[in-house]
């Protein structure tokens, strides 16, 4: 029977999400042939210095061998793939593999994925489950296929999301539980020689329109919406901390539209006399900013070219009156409508 030192696994991965789960294949003493991982990324003002990968820091401390292509079809990089003989591919936050790469070793490539498929598939299924109120996700290993995030599962594990919880926490959560997930599917494919029950996705869901998808966040997916009920721009700014923040503009003194992150905030669902997105401030230690049936206290925040701090020492570097409005919305300081005197 094999073993977990017999068995030849090529890691893929990119950010510290995937470490977590490297990590737990070299500690437990299981054999990582190598690692595929993005090409460093040129940093600095001019792009003179790269930045390596999580994934490849991490890889180069324990001396294993690393193969970084631009493209994942070029036929240099194929051909050094299959030098290492791979048994078991394993992908953990990484791009989209073809085929030839996908099918290559003899008991398939398996993915870790974020979320409890097949919700949530897509780039970014932390963040997409917090923003619709999720109180519960978990992590998914399955087979590659030709479509993205559809393949058999293997084995699910769920993990409870707090009303409190933001994106940074679950994943954080996500991460070691994932990690211990890629330990226990390996030793599953090892029991059963690669003939372990998995289960189609098209089996656990009724239909596709039940389905959430988690799509890439884009900039302009990061705005918030005040005209929301109260709970949804809650969720909104939890499911986008700390990256890559919910934002709103502020126009300033001078007139310049200013972006204000939002970092964490509470939500307060009660009868409210102002219309979505007025802002009521004392100026010293309160933010708020109404919405559809109430109002989010804003606890930290960051304006563009600041550090990220808390309400009080944002208030206390910065008068909010009447010199300072939020894009198209109206400014209450001390109770009193500043445009019409109220």
């Known amino acids: 029977m094999m073993t977990?030192?017999?068995?030849?696994?090529?890691?893929?991965?990119?950010?510290?999400?995937?470490?977590?789960s490297l990590r737990a294949l070299v500690d437990g003493g299981y054999h990582v042939a190598g690692v595929v991982t993005?090409?460093?990324?040129?940093?600095?003002?001019?792009?003179?210095?790269?930045?390596?990968?999580?994934v490849k820091q991490y890889a180069l401390s324990q001396n294993?061998?690393?193969?970084?292509?631009?493209?994942?079809k070029e036929e240099r990089f194929i051909e050094a793939l299959r030098t290492l003989q791979a048994d078991l591919h394993i992908v953990v936050a990484f791009r989209m593999l073809p085929e030839i790469v996908w099918n290559m070793p003899r008991y398939g490539t398996f993915n870790?994925?974020?979320?409890?498929?097949?919700?949530?598939?897509?780039?970014?299924?932390?963040?997409?489950?917090?923003?619709?109120?999720?109180t519960e996700t978990g992590v998914t290993t399955f087979f590659l296929t030709h479509e993205i995030d559809t393949g058999r599962i293997i084995r699910q594990k769920k993990l409870p999301v707090a009303a409190t919880d933001d994106a940074g926490a679950v994943h954080d959560a996500?991460?070691?539980?994932?990690?211990?997930?890629?330990?226990?599917?390996?030793?599953?494919?090892?029991?059963?020689?690669?003939?372990?029950?998995?289960?189609?996705?098209?089996?656990?869901?009724?239909?596709v329109e039940d389905l959430r998808p988690a799509?890439?966040?884009?900039?302009?997916?990061?705005?918030?919406?005040?005209?929301?009920?109260?709970?949804?721009?809650?969720?909104?700014?939890?499911?986008?901390?700390?990256?890559?923040?919910?934002?709103?503009?502020?126009?300033?003194?001078?007139?310049?539209?200013?972006?204000?992150?939002?970092?964490?905030?509470?939500?307060?669902?009660?009868?409210?006399?102002?219309?979505?997105?007025?802002?009521?401030?004392d100026g010293k230690l309160y933010l708020d900013v109404f919405t559809a049936d109430g109002y989010i206290r804003i606890l930290s925040l960051q304006l563009a070219g600041k550090k990220r701090m808390s309400i009080k020492d944002f208030l206390n570097g910065t008068k909010i009156n009447d010199n300072w409005k939020m894009t198209d919305l109206q400014v209450i300081a001390n109770g009193y409508d500043l445009h019409s005197n109220r």
């Open 64 to 72: 294993l061998p690393v193969l970084q292509p631009e493209k994942l």
């Open 174 to 207: 996500l991460m070691k539980t994932g990690a211990g997930l890629v330990t226990e599917t390996v030793d599953l494919l090892i029991e059963t020689d690669g003939k372990m029950e998995t289960v189609p996705q098209e089996t656990l869901h009724a239909c």
């Open 4 to 20: 977990k030192k017999d068995l030849k696994i090529v890691f893929m991965g990119t950010p510290d999400f995937a470490v977590e």
């Open 38 to 54: 993005m090409p460093d990324k040129p940093m600095g003002r001019h792009g003179s210095m790269l930045q390596p990968s999580a």
């Open 112 to 134: 870790m994925h974020a979320s409890l498929l097949p919700q949530y598939r897509g780039a970014a299924p932390i963040n997409w489950a917090i923003i619709n109120g999720e």
């Open 215 to 281: 799509p890439k966040i884009f900039i302009d997916t990061c705005r918030i919406d005040w005209r929301q009920s109260a709970a949804c721009v809650y969720n909104f700014i939890r499911g986008l901390s700390p990256y890559p923040g919910a934002w709103t503009e502020i126009i300033n003194p001078e007139g310049v539209a200013v972006t204000l992150k939002i970092f964490s905030a509470e939500k307060r669902e009660e009868k409210q006399p102002y219309p979505s997105g007025v802002i009521r401030t």
